[in-house]
């Protein structure tokens, strides 16, 4: 034998009966680039996760309000609020003119005076004659 070599002890029995003994051994866990990457990707993926859910509730928000906004469109139709304007118009007038004629008939009973014209009685009323369309040179309606 040389001086620099040692002979290795052969293993005894006892040396084997530790080896395979039940007691558990502890591994030293190491990290592996493999595990940080996918820890890495799925904390990327969570978050793309959670981006896309607020960006959901947002969309259903917007939903949401469009559909209130068709209800309310279709609910009051501007198309019916011309009609409904044009027979408001037309049942201020007939109003006006029917309330012309008993006051005309008032007065001849009373006074003997017949002479009142539909642009005096919307003045006297506060009413704009414009927007009830009076052709205050004829004294009658223009629709």
């Not at 040396?15 to 996918?38: A, I, L, Y």
């Not at 996760?49 to 959901?56: G, K, S, Y």
Request: glycine share 2%.
């Amino acid at each position: 034998m040389t001086p620099g070599k040692q002979k290795r002890p052969q293993a005894t029995e006892e040396d084997q009966d530790e080896t395979t003994s039940s007691e558990p051994k502890f591994k030293v866990p190491r990290k592996s680039p493999k595990k940080e990457k996918e820890v890495d990707n799925n904390e990327d993926i969570l978050h793309k996760i959670q981006e896309t859910r607020a960006r959901l509730k947002e969309k259903e928000e917007t939903v949401r309000k469009l559909r209130l906004v068709k209800m309310y469109r279709t609910k009051w139709e501007m198309q019916g609020l011309d009609t409904v304007t044009d027979q408001w118009l037309q049942a201020c007038q007939e109003a006006l003119v029917d309330l012309r004629e008993k006051i005309r008939e008032i007065r001849a009973r009373e006074t003997g005076e017949e002479e009142l014209t539909l642009q005096l009685l919307m003045d006297n009323l506060g009413i704009d004659t414009k927007l009830l369309k009076l052709d205050e040179a004829e004294d009658c309606f223009t629709t």
